[in-house]
């Protein structure tokens, strides 16, 4: 303990000692006086610190004196007591001090005037031990308490600094200063201090240490190479660039001469720089290629009064920038397409100008150079220049965007050409065009020879109609049949018969469709028609069957007999299975608004269930009643959990989505996935790195991966192997679950997403696995797809975006105690049962609880009857008003009123975002309830 501190005790025991006799103003006057004056020895000795001691042993001695003269003199007696109080508040409010005193052994606490007004509470006479700790942060609370006890038992005084909470809930640093006062017997009969507010001088000195920093770090991270030379060319500071540039540690350089360092610089252009510097007093700046470091610099010096600083930067990627745009301009100047640079139009609606032109535009267009600079390229078109052509040029050049185009150009002379052209921004770093560059080369005879080509290929218009994807020629006298190469491309069949073709094709229809696709054919060659059309599954090369459309011309003869037939076979197999996908998800979407509904309302009942057969687990006393709460407390957990699968399935389950690891998260399952497998079964991991992060509910994701692993294990009883991958795919992470049990039929894979469709046995499973995985995957942005046929085993892929990977926070961890209040609250709840059990678990908890059951309701009475502290709201409820429309006119209207909202199914992140606070998701328990309560309470009288 500091010598200061000591005195400081001694000072309070002489002047207690004297006064101990005297009145309670008189008493507390020289509590006051020994705090200052233990504050003021342990204080560094300034000059208004020595005014104050000056005036405290000023104040002593009178008081000493007084206790003498009061027989003789109580007037006079009682005028110096004013006087000195005076003196005493004059003292304390210049240095923001108090004085206190704690009463041994009950402990009762005295703060004088200063004091309370530093606690910025109402003057009170006296406070309790407890109270009196309580204005303390919590977090020093327990430092306090060790100071102050060890101060009640060893008699050592006591200085620290610590935080308090005033009497408006602000946090502010305070020095706490403690002497032990003994009595006649030597024993600790009262604990004298002072307080002082320091919070001023606290964020002083965390400015001036984040200001130093902040300049150190400027100095340390600038792009530029700083160093700083004396009067006699000697380094005083160099940052961290101008070593890496110098290769030199500035430990090397610090204080030598940088001509002996150097001696490259003592000679030529730099000595002659910076001595010229200093000479006239002006700022230097050239260009130098230093040769041993094998490097151009930029170099600026500036002259001061104490020596010279100097900037530099290494420039030496951009001479051989400037070398290399010259061999590209010289390189450009010989190709044979032309090339055209623009200037961009410096203001809206202006117009490129020319900068640059090739040889070869001269050579195409007749123009020379003098004759294209500073004019726009628009002098090249004519009246064929197609306009549409133009204004698409125009957008893109507006937007500073890339563009491909044909149009007509006019040489000089007038004879029209056409221009293949590309034309691309430059863009500077400011993120708009400075320049344009547009390309092109002349294809007047491309053209021409198209225009050829199209009016031949007019002839076989029909062919060109049909030509979707594999096209045929059918001679219906030989039965010829001709493909072209999409046959091999899209079908995978190589080198098929052209004789007898027709009957080749019936061999690959599906043997369930060949004799409808057949007959339909043979009729329609046997009719009056020109067309036909059919839907059929064609087996591919691999033996796999595509759904396909194909339809076909027939060429008929004077007599109208059909001699051949031309068609095209299109493949439909992505198509219908879009189609199916689309029905089935609407389908589910009816589904699961139906689930959801439910699930919304049947969490309203267990809230209440679930809240009071927790409050009756916790009161009654009689082991048997206690029990069957319990129970029922249980169950209704069990009944919240059935909910929640079904609000995952509809997509309405309110998620905790973090960025996960894939691969982690798969490989940190892999033993509970082993043992839920079993013996029988072989698990696979084949995870891809580049698989990366997604954004999920990590609970969800494990409790899917787990469903579709059993669902796979119930597959094979006799056992199998089921393989667990990790892929990316474009902008997804893919997890996929294979198993080679029994499969599923098409009927089977549009069903399987349903809740309650199972194909196991009865009491073997509840049929919400899947449909849970399937809510989950859609409501995290994700998809899901089902690759399974009959007797080969399934494919589950869940698809989730991907994203980089960001740190977690940790949950808090609860002490297991309900912390309540005496704030008011007003709760708005539309269903009566949820809006008792709320209320009455609120006023157990000591609150103050209005109700209203509308968000109108609720908004009048906040007008009429407030101020509350909080507002507790469910988020669905009748009127034209819900409840996250209420939390954002209150965040308008009383931006000190926290939100909080609770909801049976809830976009989470967007209610949070409207109410400041995250909603509680229903059902949910008395704890839940209280902790949600309080920190939105704490956390909005922390922000005030």
């Not at 301009?329 to 010989?334: D, H, K, N, Q």
């Not at 049962?833 to 009455?840: C, L, P």
Request: proline share 4%.
């Amino acid at each position: 303990m500091r010598r200061e501190n000591e005195n400081a005790g001694k000072g309070f025991r002489v002047l207690v000692t004297a006064l101990r006799q005297c009145a309670t103003d008189r008493f507390s006057a020289g509590v006051l006086v020994g705090g200052i004056s233990a504050f003021v020895v342990a204080w560094l000795p300034t000059t208004p610190w020595l005014w104050v001691v000056g005036a405290t042993l000023i104040i002593a001695r009178r008081l000493l004196r007084q206790d003498g003269a009061l027989p003789r003199d109580a007037r006079r007696q009682s005028q110096d007591l004013y006087g000195n109080q005076a003196l005493i508040e004059i003292a304390g409010k210049a240095a923001k001090l108090g004085g206190w005193v704690v009463h041994l052994p009950d402990r009762r606490i005295e703060l004088s005037d200063e004091t309370w007004a530093i606690h910025e509470r109402p003057r009170g006479k006296t406070v309790t031990f407890e109270e009196g700790i309580g204005y303390f942060a919590p977090e020093w609370r327990d430092a306090i308490m060790r100071h102050f006890e060890a101060c009640v038992a060893t008699g050592l005084p006591y200085d620290i600094e610590v935080k308090i909470i005033d009497g408006t809930g602000r946090r502010k640093w305070v020095r706490a200063i403690g002497v032990a006062i003994r009595d006649d017997m030597g024993h600790v009969s009262r604990i004298q201090g002072a307080l002082q507010d320091i919070d001023e001088r606290k964020r002083l000195e965390s400015t001036a240490r984040d200001l130093e920093r902040r300049l150190a770090e400027s100095m340390e991270n600038i792009s530029d190479a700083f160093f700083q030379l004396d009067a006699d060319w000697r380094f005083t500071y160099l940052n961290h660039q101008a070593e890496r540039l110098l290769e030199r540690p500035r430990s090397a350089l610090m204080g030598r001469l940088i001509w002996q360092e150097f001696p490259e610089a003592s000679s030529g252009i730099i000595r002659q720089s910076y001595e010229r510097a200093v000479r006239e007093r002006k700022t230097a700046d050239f260009e130098v290629f230093y040769e041993s470091l094998n490097a151009w610099f930029s170099v600026t010096a500036y002259p001061g009064p104490g020596g010279l600083t100097v900037y530099f930067r290494d420039v030496t990627r951009r001479h051989a920038a400037d070398q290399h745009l010259h061999l590209l301009e010289m390189a450009i100047s010989r190709i044979e397409d032309f090339v055209i640079i623009t200037k961009a139009a410096s203001q809206t609606g202006g117009r490129q100008t020319i900068v640059y032109v090739n040889d070869a535009f001269v050579r195409i267009t007749g123009y020379s150079r003098p004759d294209a600079l500073g004019r726009s390229p628009g002098f090249l078109q004519g009246h064929r220049t197609e306009l549409a052509t133009i204004e698409a040029i125009d957008r893109a050049i507006k937007r500073s965007r890339a563009i491909r185009a044909e149009l007509v150009n006019y040489t000089k002379d007038g004879r029209e050409y056409w221009v293949d052209m590309s034309i691309v921004p430059i863009v500077g770093s400011d993120g708009r065009a400075s320049h344009f560059v547009a390309t092109g080369r002349d294809i007047t005879d491309k053209k021409r020879a198209a225009e050829r080509l199209t009016e031949s290929e007019e002839r076989f218009a029909i062919v060109a109609m049909m030509t979707t994807d594999a096209v045929w020629d059918w001679d219906v006298a030989t039965g010829r049949v001709q493909w072209n190469s999409n046959i091999k491309s899209v079908f995978g069949h190589d080198d098929v018969p052209i004789e007898d073709g027709f009957r080749e094709w019936e061999s690959k229809i599906h043997p369930d469709d060949r004799a409808r696709v057949v007959s339909s054919v043979l009729a329609a060659i046997e009719g009056e028609v020109d067309t036909w059309l059919e839907e059929y599954r064609f087996r591919r090369g691999t033996g796999t069957y595509a759904e396909v459309l194909d339809q076909g011309h027939i060429i008929r003869n004077a007599a109208g007999e059909a001699t051949r037939m031309v068609g095209g076979v299109r493949d439909i197999t992505e198509t219908r299975l879009n189609e199916a996908k689309r029905l089935q998800a609407q389908r589910l979407e009816a589904i699961g608004q139906l689930t959801g509904g439910v699930a919304h309302d049947f969490n309203n009942l267990l809230t209440v269930i679930m809240g009071t057969a927790e409050t009756l687990a916790d009161e009654i006393t009689d082991p048997r009643l206690s029990a069957i709460a319990q129970l029922n407390h249980r169950a209704s957990w069990q009944g919240a959990a059935l909910t929640r699968q079904l609000l995952t399935f509809a997509g309405r389950q309110p998620l905790e989505p973090a960025s996960l690891n894939i691969n982690r998260t798969i490989r940190a399952m892999e033993g509970l996935l082993s043992t839920a497998l079993g013996e029988t079964i072989i698990m696979q991991l084949a995870l891809d790195p580049a698989a990366g992060h997604v954004r999920a509910d990590a609970a969800q994701l494990e409790a899917s991966i787990m469903n579709l692993c059993i669902n796979a294990r119930d597959a094979m009883p006799d056992g199998g192997s089921v393989t667990i991958s990790t892929a990316q795919s474009g902008d997804d992470a893919v997890i996929r679950i294979s198993d080679n049990g029994f499969g599923m039929d098409a009927e089977t894979r549009a069903k399987a997403f349903e809740p309650f469709f199972t194909t196991k046995p009865f009491g073997k499973g509840s049929g919400l696995g899947l449909s849970m995985v399937y809510g989950f995957v859609r409501q995290s942005g994700g998809r899901i797809e089902i690759e399974s046929e009959p007797g080969m085993g399934t494919t589950i892929s869940m698809s989730f975006p991907r994203l980089a990977s960001t740190e977690i926070q940790a949950e808090p961890i609860s002490d297991g105690v309900l912390e309540g209040g005496s704030e008011r609250i007003l709760v708005v709840e539309d269903d009566p049962m949820v809006r008792e059990f709320a209320a009455g678990t609120l006023v157990s908890l000591g609150y103050s609880v209005t109700c209203a059951d509308d968000a109108t309701e609720a908004l009048r009475i906040l007008k009429t009857d407030g101020p509350f502290d909080l507002v507790f709201s469910d988020v669905v409820m009748p009127g034209p008003i819900d409840g996250d429309a209420m939390a954002a006119q209150i965040l308008t209207l009383y931006p000190n009123v926290p939100v909080v909202l609770a909801t049976g199914y809830a976009d989470v992140e967007r209610i949070g975002t409207t109410s400041r606070f995250r909603p509680l998701a229903k059902p949910y328990t008395r704890r839940q309830l209280a902790e949600a309560l309080r920190q939105a309470i704490s956390a909005s009288h922390d922000n005030r």
